[in-house]
Each structure stands twice: as structure tokens, then as C-alpha cells.
């Protein structure tokens, strides 16, 4: 990577798989020259790293969180989620839990360290302004596999994979479902995630009432997780047959754990008219078989405390053939 070249635009994509907003405690470490790194070998990096599953995309995102002492490498000894990717200027906080002892981060480069810290609560903020692969670990238990990585922008490097996310080439069939709604640009490919995020956007000073991203194509099993920004008017998540329904809040998480295959389509309960709607794609299509199941999950949130999903929520049927189905029937 030559860092020295102007930055590409940074395609904004829709999506936050495991990034938490939080306010409060923490150092703030900020980057004054592009991050690492020639060459920075992730898959070499991770070769002991238990939890390593991949990168997860947090772009689009101005603060992302990372738990120190989350479970892996024989204990409370991993930093979850292990890799992220993230906008230039994105700050990243990391937050402790107390298990696995005292933990620091420490950047490979030097570049940034926090303290040695072991108390549920504590935070480290670093701020990433320039592209580029950032590899960092807790020096005391480095060698047990309490490593982590940041990669900033649209870089490439050996052991990272895909860029990303990408929209799903055959789109289902929405109807005009998405008429109304400006941030639809199509279905994100979010297949072989366990878990999937999404943001909800209600900005009454700007007039952005959004699912960020609106629709995601997930594999059956997979934990879907809305999460609001504070807001001033609390709105619930409503399936748009009613099959099921999340408290009404304006702050926190609720999720849902979907299986089957169909699509199941959402919006919110105070901001529908502002076109605030989303859907999750489930499975195959193909089959021709639309049963979608979910049931309710149980949800940590950043700082430790549990949100509870209070229903869990019984099967539901959707049954047609897609070559012979109507539309608005084809996407319920």
C-alpha cells in the first residue's frame, strides 16, 4: 500500500456488525499520519486467534466499540469483534469487562497504547484518520491470542478477504414497499455473518428517519440486532404482518434470531410515514418454500447491562411458489 497516494472515496456502506454507540469515560488518542502498515498479513496475524471469524464491516460509523476480555483463546482473553474495518476519522473505543485479568491495547506501531486496566467500564479511545491496517494486542496475554486489527478505508492487505459487503445481484421482489424510502439502494449480501446490525436514524433536526442498512440478505440462524441512537421520541421495530413487534425505546438494543426462508418486512411505528422501513431477506429464495420463524434474543449491551428481547416470538407461515405467487405475495 502506498500511502502516499490520494485516498479513494470511501463507498458508504450501510452496515454496523457489532459497533456499539457510547458516551463517556476514556483517552482519546488521535493519529496524525496515515496508520501502518506495508504488507500487514492479517491471516498470519490471527493464526492463534480463536475468535477471529473474518472482518467486520463497521463503516459509515463515527464511533465503534470493541470489548476487551470478551471470551476466546482459553478465556476472557479476546478482543470482540476481533478485526473491524472503518471510515477515516472513525473513532473506536474499546471497553473492558473485568474477565481475563488486566488488559491493555497496544498498537504493534506504537502509534497507540492505553493503560493496563482491569475494572468493568474502563474505556480507551483512539481515533484513526489515515488508510491503512492497524494491529494492535494486549501486551501481557499477546502470546495466548489477545490480538486484534483495525483496517481504515478501502485498503487492501494479504488474509483480509473481500472489501466487504456487496448488494445481492437478484433483488427480491419488494413491491413498492421501498418507494418512500431514500436510503434503500439495495439489498447488502450479509450471508455467512452470524449476526448482523442495524442502526436506526431518527434525526428530527435534519429529517433522517432511516434503517441503516434498509434491507440485508442474512442466512437462516442468523441474530438480527437493531440499535437506536438516542432519540427524542421512542418508536418500536413492527413486522409488517404483526408477527412480531420490539418494546418501544429510544435508546438501546433488541434483536431477533431469524430462521427459514422468505422475506420479512419491518418499519418503524412512529416514522413509517417518513418512509422509515426496512426488510431482512432470509435464505434461499429459490427454494420456493417462505417460512420464517424468530425468536427473541438476550443482548449485552456496551456497557455491560442486559437488554432483554421479553417475547419470544412463536413460527410464522408464508408460504407460495415464486413462479406463480404475486408480488406483494413473493416478499412478505
Not at 506504537?110 to 475494572?119: F, P, T, V
Amino acid at each position: 500500500m502506498d500511502t502516499s497516494e490520494p485516498g479513494t472515496t470511501v463507498r458508504r456502506r450501510q452496515f454496523l456488525q457489532a459497533a456499539t454507540l457510547v458516551a463517556g469515560g476514556g483517552v482519546l488518542a488521535k493519529l496524525s499520519r496515515p496508520v501502518i502498515a506495508q504488507g500487514a498479513d492479517l491471516e498470519a496475524w490471527f493464526a492463534n486467534v480463536s475468535n477471529y471469524e473474518g472482518v467486520v464491516d463497521a463503516r459509515d460509523q463515527s464511533d465503534v466499540t470493541v470489548t476487551v476480555g470478551a471470551p476466546g483463546n482459553g478465556g476472557g482473553f479476546a478482543f470482540e469483534p476481533a478485526a473491524i474495518r472503518v471510515d477515516p476519522e472513525t473513532t473506536v473505543l474499546w471497553e473492558w469487562t473485568s474477565e481475563g485479568g488486566s488488559h491493555d491495547v497496544a498498537a504493534e506501531d506504537e502509534s497507540y497504547a492505553s493503560e493496563l486496566q482491569g475494572n468493568a467500564g474502563d474505556t480507551f479511545r483512539h481515533t484513526f484518520e489515515g488508510e491503512g491496517v492497524s494491529t494492535y494486542a494486549c501486551t501481557p496475554h499477546k502470546s495466548m491470542g489477545m490480538k486484534g486489527a483495525v483496517i481504515v478505508g478501502d485498503v487492501e492487505a494479504p488474509g483480509l478477504g473481500p472489501v466487504g459487503p456487496t448488494f445481492v445481484q437478484d433483488e427480491p421482489e419488494y413491491s413498492d414497499w421501498f418507494d418512500r424510502t431514500d436510503s434503500f439502494e439495495g439489498t447488502l449480501d450479509m450471508r455467512g455473518n452470524d449476526e448482523v446490525r442495524i442502526q436506526t436514524r431518527t434525526d428530527e433536526t435534519s429529517g433522517e428517519y432511516a434503517f441503516s442498512p434498509p434491507a440485508v440478505h442474512v442466512d437462516p440462524g442468523t441474530r438480527v440486532i437493531w440499535e437506536w441512537g438516542d432519540s427524542e421520541t421512542s418508536h418500536r421495530i413492527e413486522a409488517a404482518d404483526g408477527s412480531y413487534e420490539s418494546p418501544a425505546q429510544s435508546s438501546g438494543a433488541w434483536g431477533l434470531e431469524f430462521d427459514g426462508v422468505g422475506v420479512s418486512k419491518y418499519t418503524s411505528s412512529e416514522y413509517d410515514g417518513q418512509g422509515m422501513r426496512g426488510a431482512i431477506v432470509v435464505g434461499d429464495l429459490s427454494q420456493g418454500t417462505y417460512e420464517i420463524s424468530t425468536s427473541g434474543l438476550t443482548i449485552l449491551g456496551a456497557l455491560g447491562a442486559a437488554v432483554l428481547s421479553p417475547i419470544a416470538f412463536g413460527a410464522f407461515l408464508l408460504t407460495g411458489d415464486r413462479s406463480t405467487a404475486p408480488p406483494e405475495e413473493q416478499s412478505r
